[in-house]
């Protein structure tokens, strides 16, 4: 099985900023991608997010020039440094791994808890 830690959530002032990490482990042969997905109150969950196993990353047009997707690949860990915040930023942010099995070489996706980010006005 793989498993996902995710942290780094919180309470911060509109125009701060926070970081979310997404850490990987488990029965993992390799990665194909790390999407942030989020969720607000009453809203659809929406990608966020994302970065392939080539580096190419991808985001929302709303985080655009706000949010950094990047990886460690030493510490199996995927970040996301979120700059500027606002308001409309606030929902549960989960960390959602698609990922080779070791050992059955099979593609699954894995979903992370989920942690909280409030953005005050």
């Known amino acids: 099985q793989v498993q996902l830690v995710e942290s780094g959530g919180g309470l911060v002032q509109a125009g701060g900023s926070l970081r979310l990490s997404c850490a990987t482990s488990?029965?993992?042969?390799?990665?194909?991608?790390v999407t942030w997905q989020r969720q607000g109150p009453g809203i659809q969950r929406e990608l966020v997010a994302q970065?392939?196993?080539?580096?190419?990353?991808n985001y929302a047009e709303s985080v655009t020039g706000r949010f950094t997707i990047s990886r460690d690949s030493a510490k199996n860990t995927v970040n996301l440094q979120m700059n500027n915040l606002k308001p409309e930023d606030s929902a549960v942010y989960y960390c959602?791994?698609?990922?080779?099995?070791?050992?059955?070489?099979?593609?699954?996706?894995?979903w992370g808890q989920g942690t909280q980010v409030t953005v005050s006005s």
């Open positions: 970065i392939t196993s080539t580096g190419t990353t």
């Open positions: 959602k791994v698609i990922a080779v099995a070791a050992d059955t070489l099979r593609l699954s996706a894995t």
């Open positions: 488990g029965n993992i042969k390799s990665v194909n991608s």
